[in-house]
Nanobody, 126 residues
Framework: QVQLVESGGGLVQAGGSLRLSCAASGRTFSDYGMGWFRQAPGKEREFVAAITRSGSRTYYADSVKDRFTISRDNVKNTVTLQMNSLKPEDTAVYSC???????????????????WGQGTQVTVSS
């Protein structure tokens, strides 16, 4: 199995940027497609972005497209979420997750991810 630890959350003003990182340990990192999900207070967890094992394909929720960028480094065993032009509605706990599915499109779904980090809080003030 794989262990995931997120970092980089914090408080930022609207329009600002944050960079989240997820460090993986355990099994071979490149065996896993990776996803970022978020959960705002009182809301269900939702898909944010995902990246395939090799990093050749990425997927984004419509709400973050053109503002967020997901990337991975299979040497350093990390996946990163660069968040620009942040909005108050981006406020949530952000979690990274790992999946063994091969189909990149399937990475958009929570149930496809077997391993999760503890999450990091992102707060965007208006």
């Amino acid at each position: 199995q794989v262990q995931l630890v997120e970092s980089g959350g914090g408080l930022v003003q609207a329009g600002g940027s944050l960079r989240l990182s997820c460090a993986a340990s355990g099994r071979t990192f490149s065996d896993y497609g990776m996803g970022w999900f978020r959960q705002a207070p009182g809301k269900e967890r939702e898909f944010v972005a995902a990246i395939t094992r090799s990093g050749s394909r990425t997927y984004y929720a419509d709400s973050v497209k053109d503002r967020f960028t997901i990337s991975r480094d299979n040497v350093k065993n990390t996946v990163t979420l660069q968040m620009n032009s942040l909005k108050p509605e981006d406020t949530a706990v952000y979690s990274c997750a790992a999946s063994t599915v091969v189909d990149g499109m399937a990475l958009r779904f929570e149930y496809r991810h077997a391993y999760w980090g503890q999450g990091t809080q992102v707060t965007v003030s208006s």
